[in-house]
């Protein structure tokens, strides 16, 4: 059982944002990969072994708290989701999944990254009105310049077939934003990203599994050289995007989307540059897949572990390896909105309250797992629950299978964390007659449940607002 799950906070928002600004009150900025690996060298060094007591040891922690941020449906949540190995957040095609931010962490040693998943960023009416959406949309930009580096997601496939202003606009922004720190009116003058008040940012172009291959380098030149332009224009003050961003109208559709791509229309492209090499005001370009296993995932992974600079972890470890600051409880609830999302898109109302009630581990070392949807009206309970409850049991399967799975992978990825650990105490300390030194104490890891059991119930309650 999780720590603290007894206990749950039902305002996975306020918490959230909390942890967040808690966490990185006192952060360091970002670090590049040769520093972050200085400093791990450092860390490693053995102990003093004279005459003097050696110091007690505590591993020395590093920790990157990253902002993941784009226009809604980019795939935000996925690439979340795919990079901690577990649904923390609900990923789904219905526009907006995401309405609070999420963290989620995952870590390698002493190293670990906290990803805050933040609502889908639009500009324009929807955001200068007022109301909710505004709010989100100033709390998500909040969020990413408290962060040490953010991540702009964008759906490479779609922006490749028809440019999306909502994207040029965010990218115009994020140039905007980190040419203030720089030296925005010399021109030519290159652009400093590590001195801007905003967190230095990668541009990761998601969803190249969907391009087709013989297109598919074209395709991401284009959209990168499309992206870096509007946002090197941005942060030497030349571009046309308004900080409010002001959308320009969609661009035509062509008959063939790909045609210019293949030497048509426009011209060719630079290539790509290696993942994670700077490109404009950008700190790193990735192309990826946030599919399982995708592509491109090892590198980003890789590189955000790299950049990891000293610090306490967001998510402190638990023997159950849960990956986020809500547990595996919280994680069960986001799997559950996922899949009522996917379900029925259209057909599921935004005002749904997914909440976890309740958590046990059972005498046979199966985890029992109760979570609750709360609904505003009959017509819509009915709408979940379906014939003889029939859809609602094919949310709660699915949603049982990726956290089973989910917990699993965790507890398997713990255990070996432990024995590592255990392992460098051991060689450390000398082994088991080394000295006067006690010998190194495995850390406590829970075993996997035997099983999972998830039990969905959706109940009425007018009153009940969005807390996903």
């Not at 600004?21 to 690996?37: K, N, Q």
């Not at 063939?256 to 540059?273: F, K, T, V």
């Not at 700077?278 to 592509?295: I, N, Q, T």
């Amino acid at each position: 059982m999780h720590p603290g799950a007894s206990a749950l906070s039902w305002s996975v928002c306020s918490r959230a944002g909390a942890a967040w600004r808690a966490s990185t009150s006192g952060r360091a900025r970002f670090a590049s990969a040769p520093a972050a690996a200085a400093s791990a060298a450092a860390a490693a060094r053995p102990p003093d072994t004279g005459d003097t007591p050696p110091p007690a040891r505590s591993p020395t922690t590093r920790i990157l708290h990253a902002a993941v941020l784009g226009a809604p449906n980019a795939g935000k949540s996925s690439l979340t989701n795919a990079l901690v190995g577990a649904p923390v957040a609900a990923a789904s095609p219905k526009t907006n999944t995401t309405a609070v931010p999420l963290l989620g962490a995952f870590s390698a040693g002493p190293a670990q990254v906290a990803l805050l998943d933040l609502p889908g960023l639009v500009a324009g009416g929807a955001a200068g009105a007022g109301g909710a959406t505004a709010r989100r949309v100033r709390g998500a930009w909040a969020h990413a310049a408290e962060a040490g580096l953010a991540l702009l997601v964008v759906d490479a496939e779609r922006q490749a077939r028809r440019p999306d202003p909502r994207v040029v606009a965010l990218a115009g922004r994020v140039g905007a934003a980190i040419g203030r720190g720089s030296d925005g009116g010399s021109g030519d003058a290159p652009l400093s990203p590590s001195s801007s008040p905003f967190p230095p940012t990668l541009l990761i172009l998601n969803k190249m599994d969907l391009i087709p291959g013989r297109e598919r380098e074209a395709a991401l030149a284009h959209v990168a050289a499309d992206l870096v332009a509007v946002a090197v224009a941005a942060a030497r003050g030349a571009g046309e995007v308004e900080e409010g961003g002001r959308e320009a109208p969609p661009a035509p559709a062509a008959a063939d989307p790909w045609a210019s791509l293949g030497g048509g229309n426009r011209p060719i492209a630079p290539p790509l540059p290696p993942p994670g090499a700077p490109l404009g005001p950008f700190a790193g370009v990735f192309a990826l897949s946030s599919l399982k296993g995708g592509p491109g995932l090892d590198a980003l992974r890789a590189r955000l572990l790299a950049s990891a600079a000293p610090g306490p972890w967001a998510v402190p470890p638990s023997p159950d390896g849960a990956p986020t600051d809500r547990g595996w409880p919280g994680v069960a609830a986001q799997a559950v909105s996922a899949e009522l999302f996917t379900a029925l898109r259209g057909d599921v109302p935004y005002t749904l309250d997914v909440r976890p009630i309740g958590w046990a581990t059972l005498a046979d070392g199966s985890v029992r797992g109760e979570v609750e949807v709360l609904v505003p009206r009959r017509a819509v309970r009915g709408i979940l629950v379906g014939t003889g409850g029939g859809r609602i049991r094919a949310v709660g399967i699915a949603a049982r299978a990726a956290v089973k799975e989910a917990m699993a992978a965790a507890a398997a990825a713990a255990a070996a964390e432990a024995d590592a650990a255990s392992a460098a105490e051991m060689v450390d300390g000398g082994g088991e007659g080394g000295g006067d030194r006690p010998p190194p104490r495995r850390r406590p890891v829970a075993a996997p449940p035997t099983d999972f059991h998830l039990i969905v119930t959706v109940r009425v309650d007018p009153s009940g607002g969005r807390r996903r």
